[in-house]
């Protein structure tokens, strides 16, 4: 048996000693898997579990690296710089879960890396995995004027309990958690979370109103309200508990139906909560549970420079913009909060280490991640505003943007002050370096980005939307909840694939995501700005007062918009226009080209016109929905799935005049198979069996979803049938 490399001890021993042996049998692993001392399949979990996940390009790994409540001290910042600029590509990529990713990462380099992290207090234990991901929170905590309490104790509290904790370990899927200060804005994103927490004062005690079960991802749920009020001292036993039943009863073999939210969905709340509180009692009491409640009683952050008021006279124009959107006052007189805005949600090591060099000047190692990807600068000194500015100036970091953070902390009383702009772009890293991107995500924002500040750039300063993007159906750039959502998908015409982009409208970020949005239309990705033009175009001109975007596209309805955007969802033939088989910042074709004969152009006619077919019955589905004809929807909901799968099946030989059980057939040959995406194919057959009377106003929505995700699964199906590499 090879020996294996002995792991440098000595050079670590000032770390803690748990920390320390926890990254000793991290390196030892990463070796004997090199060997063929330990199976591919077991390491795979296990280095997941420690931030390490595979990118889309052989060869290299994508660290990610947990910030709980996106907390970042100066010396933290400049340790990361370094090491993004050491061991990856000199970037810090910030996640829309307050998370810190490098990419391009050697393997090999990463034990090294999480030693140096864990000098500085940072860990990547759990950030991937089948874990509690990232503990999040209002990145306005303690300054908002709007908040019940700060919670950023509580949250930091849970965050560390739950870390490493054994009841943690053993779930089928992964598990996320959210503070918010307040219920009205959408600060902490609440009702989208596995745990949502909302802070909340009940006869003089500090608490939460919890939710639980919600989730994007594919088929995204709202959370269900478990309490009104849990006190501040439950909080942490409650966890506990709800992880255990998790453990214990979730779905552990089909990953599409393990998050929590389906667990509380199959069980229905009251199940569920009963569960929960008998889970309570059975817990043996563990002193962390209350140990740190009077600490975080008197918890204040403290400021570094003393408060102060801007001038009013000789500020430039430029300035004068960065000040109304990139910031806005705090709840104490005299300081300012101060979005440091980055595109894509990328700041290079240069710039990492210059901004805190420039925050120690000012503030008192206060900087968080946000959940638009951005960086909060709090306690800055609102007279000195000026000389920040300057300093940001010239590390290339004053762009005028984060709105989609200034409109998340619209607290009352200050609308009128940093409304934000449409320039802040969710993004997720789609086909850049992920291995589930379907299309370009990145590309589309970089685009937009250019186009804003660039030939529509009457875009550029608005503070009434925000846009999201997805690579693909799974929600990674939250594309549910933003005013206008994208997500990536495929289409065929003839011998090319194109990538193409469904749009999302309805959705409500507002009351900790309050809604979600359902898919209009289905755009090739070279039209999305025009897409999104069209559409704040129409808002402009039709909305009344102070009707938001997702209530003016509510009252505009579906058929208004289906029509305004038809011309722009129709993909031209490869002969007419080559330039829409390429992606966005991409100069190659999306797919190669392949050769097509008679008998397949036939079958692929044929084929495409079912498909259609069901693309249009999704969207007499949603009509009906909107006006509460919930039979109706799901009536056509579940016969545009029966057009994707006979689109499908007439690939496979069988003619409609054959007369046979669709149901059966698509079961048979796809499912038992496994050539279609199992969990979309078993949400079908499951309303085949379910029927389409009595569902309901939220079953026939989930139903609406599942549906636009089994037609998205059937073209890519279908392209990969008919030639196309998919």
Request: aromatic fraction near 8%; charged fraction near 25%; proline fraction near 5%.
């Amino acid at each position: 048996m090879a020996t294996l490399p002995l792991v440098e001890t000595d050079r670590w021993a000032h770390l803690p000693p748990e920390v320390r042996q926890e990254l000793d049998v991290y390196e030892t692993e990463l070796r004997r898997v090199q060997q063929g001392l330990m199976p591919e399949k077991v390491f795979l979990e296990f280095r997941l579990r420690h931030g390490v996940y595979g990118q889309r390009q052989v060869g290299v790994q994508m660290q990610r690296i947990k910030i709980p409540l996106g907390m970042l001290t100066t010396r933290q910042m400049e340790r990361l710089a370094d090491l993004a600029e050491e061991y990856a590509d000199a970037v810090c990529h910030i996640t829309t879960r307050q998370d810190i990713q490098l990419h391009f990462v050697d393997i090999n380099d990463t034990p090294n890396l999480m030693r140096r992290l864990a000098e500085v207090g940072i860990t990547t234990r759990e950030a991937c995995g089948n874990v509690v991901r990232n503990v999040c929170a209002c990145p306005q905590s303690g300054i908002c004027s709007g908040e019940a309490f700060d919670t950023t104790p509580y949250a930091q509290a849970m965050a560390y309990f739950l870390l490493r904790h054994p009841d943690g370990q053993n779930f089928g899927r992964k598990f996320k958690i959210a503070f918010s200060g307040c219920e009205d804005q959408e600060c902490g994103l609440a009702l989208m979370h596995d745990i949502g927490a909302i802070a909340k004062i009940q006869n003089g005690e500090r608490g939460f109103k919890v939710y639980v079960g919600g989730g994007l991802g594919p088929l995204p749920h709202q959370a269900k309200l478990y309490s009104e009020f849990v006190p501040a001292a439950e909080m942490l036993p409650m966890a506990q508990a709800i992880a255990r039943v998790f453990a214990r009863l979730g779905e552990k073999k089909n990953r599409g139906k393990a998050r929590m939210k389906f667990l509380v969905a199959q069980l229905g709340i009251e199940e569920f909560i009963r569960l929960v509180k008998e889970e309570r009692e059975k817990l043996p009491v563990d002193p962390r549970w209350t140990g740190y409640l009077a600490e975080a009683e008197t918890f204040r952050e403290q400021p570094l420079r003393p408060p102060s008021e801007l001038e009013t006279n000789g500020h430039s124009p430029e300035f004068a913009r960065w000040v109304r959107i990139n910031t806005r006052p705090q709840r104490q007189p005299g300081y300012s909060m101060v979005t440091v805005f980055l595109p894509l949600g990328d700041i290079s090591s240069d710039q990492m280490r210059g901004l805190a060099r420039l925050c120690r000047q000012y503030v008192r190692d206060t900087v968080r991640t946000t959940v638009p990807q951005n960086l909060l600068v709090r306690w800055a000194p609102t007279g000195e505003l000026p000389a920040f500015y300057d300093g940001l100036r010239e590390l290339d970091l004053a762009q005028i943007g984060g709105g989609s953070l200034a409109d998340i902390t619209a607290c009352p009383g200050t609308d009128s002050f940093g409304g934000g702009s449409l320039a802040d772009i969710t993004a997720c890293p789609g086909t850049d370096s992920c291995k589930l991107g379907i299309a370009s995500s990145r590309g589309l924002a970089a685009l937009l980005h250019q186009k804003f500040h660039n030939g529509l750039g009457d875009l550029a300063d608005r503070q009434d939307l925000k846009v999201k993007i997805s690579g693909c159906f799974n929600s990674c750039g939250q594309h549910h909840i933003a005013d206008i959502g994208f997500f990536g998908s495929v289409q065929r015409k003839g011998s090319h694939v194109a990538p193409v982009f469904q749009v999302l409208l309805g959705g409500e970020a507002a009351g900790n995501a309050s809604a979600y949005g359902l898919a209009v239309a289905k755009v090739p990705a070279q039209n999305a700005p025009v897409v999104i033009k069209k559409l704040t175009d129409l808002y402009t001109q039709g909305r009344t007062g102070s009707e938001r975007f997702s209530e003016f596209m509510r009252r505009l309805g579906k058929a208004r918009i289906k029509k305004e955007l038809q011309e722009l969802a129709v993909l031209p033939s490869y002969e007419e226009n080559p330039e829409f088989y390429k992606d966005n910042r991409q100069p190659w074709e999306f797919h190669h080209e392949v050769g097509t004969g008679e008998c397949a152009g036939a079958v692929v006619d044929q084929s495409e016109f079912m498909l259609e077919d069901g693309d249009r019955l999704t969207f007499e589905a949603t009509l009906a929905f909107d006006e509460g004809r919930y039979d109706e929807a799901a009536e056509k909901a579940f016969a545009a799935q029966i057009k994707a799968a006979d689109a499908l099946l007439f690939q496979r030989g069988l003619l409609l005049s054959d007369n046979y059980n669709t149901v059966e057939k698509f079961r048979e040959l796809f499912y038992d198979t496994g050539e279609f995406y199992a969990t979309f194919a078993e949400n079908f057959l499951r309303a085949a069996q379910e029927g389409s009377r009595g569902l309901g106003a939220e079953r026939t929505r989930r139903r609406l979803e599942e549906t636009t995700l089994f037609i998205e699964m059937a073209q890519t199906v279908y392209s990969r049938m008919a030639g196309a590499k998919v």
